[in-house]
């Protein structure tokens, strides 16, 4: 059946990863023993993927995603698969929480040679989500990650000189890598697509911002650079795909890596870059204010991820629509939207819910969407 309902961004929207099921985690440590193959695992995952589909329109949702099942983490899978790209050794971090911190080295990326898009990165997730989406009558979103992602973590220095003695070529290689696999998307039939943002919002913290400047690079143009890179990806966009991003501080087993409000970025990030919408963590006073909305373009949509997905504890109702209240000072109501402030399970591990507490939080979302809005 055709999906028969309005075009994205929804009131309530569902970010990307979900709380991979028991069966996958068992399906994954099988294959790592050799007592089945990629293509049994495929099949398990796919099989999760529809009660996952089917768990978001009980939510209340209009949109779904794929929970990321065929992912072992939010950016690994996708990123590997482009001609040029290496994983050498991890990124020695902190991650903060509550409790404390806990260590989490997330690989180091390197371009080791010219970059080529020789095969689909996403599209065959894509290809499998849509029929189980159309079958429940949601729209199904497609997550990538940034293409920020290949400079941000290393700079120059990770970037062969070799490959690439002018930098320029290679942001231009790297656009046009993510140009094809836009366009091989809307091929398969996909309408909206979420990039998936963390280094504008990391340039937020100044520990981070000092980063930055220890390998080289310039944490104030980094912005307008990434800005750049961002637009050149999207410049071909078709006008009937909706392309969202989002922005977050990190998402590993319910902590975070940086913080800091979007005051230094948003200038640039809420208005420069030609996207339909930007998904905005904002679920704790890491995230700052709302003063920044100001910035967002009036041909933009502000998705408030309010409500936490790294912890299970429901926000109140009325909280949350007294926050929704105060940003719709800054930013007609009529051009916000709720929901939660990141995936559930950016890497495969997860954050620290179960998959009910998950479902609540999605309720939750769709929930205080319809009164706020009228419509989830």
Request: hydrophobic share 40%; charged share 25%; with cysteine.
């Amino acid at each position: 059946m055709s999906v028969n309902v309005k075009s994205p961004p929804f009131k309530a929207e569902v970010v990307g990863s979900l709380l991979r099921p028991a069966e996958i985690h068992r399906a994954r440590n099988e294959l790592r023993e050799g007592r089945i193959d990629a293509a049994r695992l495929w099949e398990i995952e796919a099989q999760a993927v529809e009660g996952a589909v089917a768990m978001q329109k009980a939510a209340g949702l209009k949109v779904c995603t794929d929970g990321e099942f065929h992912r072992r983490h939010w950016f690994m899978d996708f990123i590997e698969r482009i001609d040029g790209v290496a994983f050498e050794g991890g990124l020695p971090a902190r991650f903060q929480n509550e409790q404390g911190s806990i260590e989490f080295s997330p690989p180091r990326i390197v371009v080791k040679g010219k970059l080529k898009r020789s095969r689909p990165l996403a599209v065959e997730h894509f290809a499998a989500l849509k029929p189980v989406a159309d079958r429940e009558g949601l729209v199904p979103k497609q997550p990538i990650p940034s293409p920020t992602i290949l400079h941000f973590r290393g700079g120059r220095a990770a970037i062969d000189k070799g490959a690439y003695p002018d930098i320029a070529a290679f942001f231009a290689d790297l656009a046009e890598v993510y140009r094809q696999e836009i366009a091989a998307l809307y091929a398969a039939g996909c309408r909206y697509v979420q990039i998936d943002e963390t280094n504008l919002p990391f340039l937020c913290d100044p520990k981070v911002r000092e980063q930055a400047r220890s390998i080289g690079e310039n944490p104030d143009t980094l912005p307008r650079t990434y800005a750049d890179l961002l637009n050149d990806c999207l410049r071909d966009v078709p006008a009937d795909m909706t392309v969202g991003m989002h922005m977050c501080r990190g998402n590993h087993a319910s902590s975070w890596f940086a913080q800091g409000g979007y005051d230094v970025v948003a200038e640039i990030a809420f208005s420069a870059i030609k996207v339909n919408v930007l998904f905005l963590e904002y679920d704790s006073p890491r995230a700052g204010s709302f003063e920044p909305l100001k910035y967002l373009a009036k041909d933009k949509v502000a998705v408030l991820g309010l409500v936490t997905s790294k912890k299970p504890q429901l926000e109140p109702k009325d909280e949350l629509k007294r926050r929704i209240e105060e940003a719709a000072r800054i930013v007609p109501l009529e051009r916000l939207a709720l929901s939660p402030q990141c995936g559930f399970a950016s890497t495969a591990e997860g954050n620290a819910l179960t998959t009910d507490e998950q479902r609540r939080k999605l309720e939750l979302v769709a929930g205080v969407a319809r009164d706020v809005w009228g419509t989830a």
